[in-house]
DNA sequence: GTCTATACACCGATAGAC
DNA sequence: GTCTATCGGTGTATAGAC
């Protein structure tokens, strides 16, 4: 994909930078809201003056791309780490795979914004961008299918359930618990329609 | 909530062209994306000056707010229209149901962004404007008790799960059928899960 | 009442000096 | 690499013509 990293003192000092623009683009985004974010909130909050952002992100859409793919890549992360805590149980794996989703997504309003709905006006990721979400989803398929929900009609299904919880928890009581309630009854309805074993 | 309508030549006149701003407003929308719609393309669209539109709305949210209202009163009218129309067997009256709800969300990208989504930054509907919305959900909560459904639990999670098929639908295959297809599956599985008979 | 003309403050983005 | 200055475009407000 890329070459070769180079590593010396300007490139690492380059994307030292490029976090800090990062990390100051998220305290925004979170303060403000996703869409409310201008570059000279961003950059003001480092100490610059707007223009100079562009000496690190093409354009305003390339922060926004960048966010999606940090987002994206620290939850590919989580998968690593809890996948091999998951439980033998195909029940409670699944309960387990969709709460980790379900508490990921909830817990920052803005990132999953930005990772699951399109919300933002003319931004689509780019491929680079958007691989690590396309390996979350390839882990997500293969451990289903290793559970015994092998069709991908079933998968799909999957997700759209998930994400509905979310996006009702989000949309109408956010903060709350009302769907969030709901997750481990909704992966029992699910796991009783592909029949997984009680 | 409102006093007596008051009629004569001058509001009938107003009346009229606010429908016109809000027929444009909706093409517009249509055509460039809800959130790239601006007051200078709406009024343009009907020989004005954007500062005219002042003259029938308080605001760009305002128009907003009077489409969003639009939206879910066609869509009030809609179930109105086919709520006796619907079989008697609970689970073919459940997927008439959510196939009604699917086809109108799927048919307008703006709209349902509009209905469903919140991704207009900064924009509430009133109080006015939601209370079709309401109407619509107490229509389905009522509706699905009669088939039997009581527990609220259960609503929201058909809620949630209508709403996933929607949300995945739009944002993973638009103009496809990939969720389309899974919705009678969806709702036998919800049907299912509620006890209801065969 | 209705519409035009004009203006303001803010946005993302670019040009060019240093 | 960072700045200042500026551009075109946005929502919004208001003065004033008719």
New interface residues.
Partial sequence: MLGQPIRNRQTERREATRREVLDAAWAVAREK?L??LTLRDVASRIGMQAPSLYSYFDSKNAIYDAMFGQAWTDYLALVDKTEPTLPRDPRAALKAIARTFFDYAVADLARNQLM????I??FEPSAESYAPAVEVLERGRAHLARLGVEDP?EF??F???????V??QQ?NDPGGQ??A??LD??M???A??VGLPK
Same sequence: chains 1, 2.
Avoid: E, I, K
């Fill in positions: 809201g869409a409310q699951n709905l399109r919300t006006p003319g009609d799909d299904l997700v759209a359930l998930v994400g509905g919880l996006d009702s949309a009302r769907w309630r709901l009854q909704a029992d309805m699910f009783d329609y």
